[in-house]
């Protein structure tokens, strides 16, 4: 297989070389790819403006050992609105950093393609205060850090939970509370994020509850990204 085509979301592009620059891609098919787009900073590129970060395109590719080359682009979505929107790019660029990082090159992660792009669709399409909370829970659950809801995390008692733990992965009981303190409706509406009701739960609007589950979805999306980053070796490369 020398050319191949799939359908992608631009995550980040980067310059290389000195008139050509790499694109990041989540595909469909393939996970995520690195791409040359050869000459496109030497002016008029036939590639126009359609490889900017959170297109989504129909791209065909050259395969090669670790950049692929790419023949031809189609624009499938530009996402006009949240380009315009300062808070909604920059929520849409932070959808993509997530995936960028967890992702491995070249592994296929079909599951990861469908909730960015339909998250960044419905990003485009209106503003959701709880989107980008909900998106990085909904990726914690598909990368195998779904948190424990409905009972205690460390005793499993199906008692009142007052607390929400990273480490424990979880809510816990007032007997072993410890990590931060969480409401009942901000747990209520993380279930109904994560139990099937997403639809049903973006239409919640800004809210002291809405802010904290979006908060503690940050805080574990760091956490995550953090443990990931260390068990691939990436910070003791560094040391
Ligand atoms: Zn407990």
């Known amino acids: 297989m020398k050319s191949y085509r799939d359908e992608a979301v631009v995550l980040r592009t980067y310059k290389f070389g000195e008139a050509d620059r790499v694109v990041v891609l989540l595909t469909r098919e393939h996970g995520k790819v690195r791409a040359v787009a050869k000459g496109v900073r030497k002016g008029k590129s036939r ?4 490889l900017e970060p959170l297109s989504m395109i129909d791209i065909q590719l050259h395969l090669g050992r670790s950049l692929d080359t790419i023949q031809q682009v189609e624009l499938v979505h530009t996402h006009t609105k949240l380009r315009t929107d300062f808070a909604r790019l920059t929520q ?51 990368d195998g850090a ?11 008692e199906p008692a009142e939970l007052v607390a929400f733990d990273l480490v424990e992965g979880g809510a816990l009981c007032s007997q072993c509370r410890a990590g931060t303190p969480i409401s009942f409706a901000a747990l209520e509406l993380l ?18 509850v809405v802010n904290e589950v979006n908060a503690l979805a940050r805080r574990a999306m760091e956490f995550h990204l953090e443990r990931r980053l260390k068990s691939i070796g990436v910070f003791d490369r560094h040391l």
Request: net charge negative.
């Open 47 to 50: 590639f126009g403006g359609r």
């Open 92 to 142: 849409g660029l932070s959808m993509a950093e997530a995936i960028d990082t967890l992702t491995p090159d070249r592994e296929p992660v079909g599951h990861l393609y469908e909730l960015l792009s339909r998250a960044l669709i419905e990003l485009n399409r209106h503003q959701s205060p709880l989107l980008l909370g909900a998106f990085y829970w909904k990726v914690l659950a598909a």
């Open 146 to 156: 779904s948190p424990v809801l409905d009972s205690c995390a460390r005793c499993d």
């Open 191 to 208: 279930r109904r994020v994560l139990g099937g009701a997403l639809a049903q739960a973006l239409e919640a609007e800004d809210s002291p």
